[in-house]
């Protein structure tokens, strides 16, 4: 099995992993660690730059007893013009327990899990999707409401460009959330309804912000600085609009002043932005154990 897409996991799938997600992340604040996958080796290989996810990635795989061995792309064979197929067919041979990859390209871990016999987690393409990030959103919600039915959540900023929006607006409404999408005109997809940020955060229970992906746009924005902030960030003004005990998110990196302001990023009582971090490697650690957690 690989997991590629929210839609590669079936409702009992997603609600194993929340479940054992919240074990782990328990057992993680104790500084236990697990042997369960003891003996294995997961490969790491990001085409793109991270932070979050390579190093959750990995830190998930040390606490579960196995080896995460990351491929630096930018000294690798890539550079000198060796195919993603090839290397697919490369990493193979060396019969790995997992990959883990993020790819510039849309489908491209589609195309690596065709070769691949070990399964294949997607950690990001393009502009397609993001499924670990989306699970780990909704168990930080979870822990902090106990539920996700009934729930509203503003999702805010660039989607046009944002994996992570459409990975979360196919998980989240699975689980009883609503999922309201907004940002600049311009910065949404063509087949999502115009809505204002101060629409889609008006009565919110989790209000999750979205940074601009500028390296992704053919034409910049023409913001002056503070602009985007004040038309389309959160600011505790516009934060006022949410629910009372509305939370606060970013999957990051953050733009701190652009799309959120620093105070609010920063209050311990509404930002869940930590939280998501350490939830991470919770929800990484559920999906490697489902994935590569069977007899040797």
């Known amino acids: 099995m690989d997991l590629l897409s929210i839609d590669s996991l079936t409702d009992d799938q997603i609600a194993g992993i929340l479940e054992s997600a919240d074990r782990f992340f328990g057992a993680n604040r104790r500084s236990i660690s697990s042997e369960a996958l003891r003996g294995r080796i997961v490969f790491n290989v990001f085409y793109e730059n991270s932070t979050r996810t390579a190093m959750s990635f990995?830190?998930?795989?040390?606490?579960l007893g196995?080896?995460?061995?990351?491929?630096s792309v930018e000294?690798?064979?890539?550079k000198k013009g060796e195919t993603l197929e090839d290397t697919a067919q490369t990493l193979n041979a060396m019969r790995p327990d997992a990959l883990v990859i993020r790819h510039r390209d849309n489908g491209a871990p589609g195309i690596v899990a065709e070769i691949m016999e070990a399964p294949v987690i997607n950690a990001g393409d393009g502009t397609n999707e993001h499924p670990t990030q989306a699970?780990?959103?909704a168990a930080t919600i979870k822990h902090r409401f106990g539920r996700l039915k009934g729930l509203k959540v503003a999702i805010c900023g660039d989607i046009r460009h944002s994996r992570v929006a459409r990975s979360n607006a196919k998980l989240l409404p699975r689980l009883g959330a609503e999922v309201r999408l907004a940002g600049p005109p311009n910065l949404l997809p063509d087949e999502i309804p115009q809505r204002s940020v101060d629409d889609a955060i008006e009565g919110s229970d989790v209000v999750m912000m979205l940074r601009v992906q500028r390296e992704r746009l053919e034409e910049d924005l023409g913001d002056a600085p503070g602009e985007y902030l004040q038309r389309y960030g959160l600011t505790a003004?516009?934060?006022?609009?949410a629910a009372p005990g509305a939370v606060v998110m970013h999957p990051g990196p953050m733009n701190r002043g652009v799309e959120i302001d620093p105070q609010i990023a920063d209050d311990p009582q509404r930002s869940l932005i930590t939280l998501q971090v350490e939830m991470g490697v919770a929800v990484r650690m559920a999906c490697l154990e489902m994935l590569v957690g069977r007899p040797a």
Do not use: P, Y
């Open 75 to 78: 000294h690798s064979s890539v």
């Open 135 to 137: 699970l780990l959103d």
């Open 58 to 63: 990995a830190t998930a795989a040390h606490r």
């Open 66 to 71: 196995a080896s995460a061995i990351s491929l």
């Open 237 to 241: 003004e516009r934060l006022t609009r």
